[in-house]
């Protein structure tokens, strides 16, 4: 089983704008999820210790189910890593079981992420994202939504 997952990409922009995808809002909701899955909420609470929650809806072919996750952040070292724990919740931020929303058996209650950042030059960055959790039979889509979320990113700035 796949005991994690990880992105790299290099964008054509400065560390300060690659970081600033993950803490402006706005921003969130427009690279957050999969392909043709869209966001409309992105609450930030952006601290060490903070909760941010955001939701990804399914496109209505594939069911338009709404599904929330909470991002409770561990460690944030500016312009450098920002490492949280996701987990679903409700529209709250309340924890769920993840097979209450549907999610197969063996869905990891947890994933530990970790971005890191690294400016090559002044306006090019590169961003490594890891997930680290027991993917068990979501590992390819996992990798894939990952994928196609940091290629949201990249449609997003340059």
């Given at each position: 089983m796949t005991k994690q997952i990880e992105v790299s990409k290099t964008f054509n922009a400065s560390i300060e704008?690659?970081?600033?995808?993950?803490?402006?809002?706005?921003?969130?909701?427009?690279?957050?999820?999969?392909?043709?899955?869209?966001?409309?909420?992105?609450?930030?609470?952006f601290m060490e210790g903070g909760r941010s929650i955001v939701n990804m809806i399914a496109p209505k072919a594939m069911g338009?189910?709404?599904?929330?996750?909470?991002?409770?952040?561990?460690k944030i070292v500016p312009l450098e890593v920002i490492e949280f724990i996701q987990m679903l919740c409700d529209k709250n931020g309340e924890r769920i079981e993840p097979k209450s929303v549907g999610m197969p058996a063996d869905f990891p209650p947890e994933v530990r992420t970790v971005v890191?950042?690294?400016?090559?030059?002044?306006?090019?960055t590169a961003m490594t994202v890891t997930e680290y959790a027991e993917f068990g039979s979501i590992s390819n889509f996992a990798q894939l939504g990952l994928e196609q979320s940091m290629?949201?990113?990249?449609?997003?700035?340059g």
């Open positions: 704008m690659v970081w600033k995808i993950w803490t402006d809002p706005d921003l969130v909701k427009r690279w957050w999820g999969p392909e043709h899955f869209t966001s409309s909420v992105a609450k930030i609470d338009g189910q709404v599904y929330y996750s909470s991002w409770l952040y561990v890191i950042f690294k400016m090559i030059e002044k306006s090019k290629e949201k990113m990249e449609r997003l700035i």
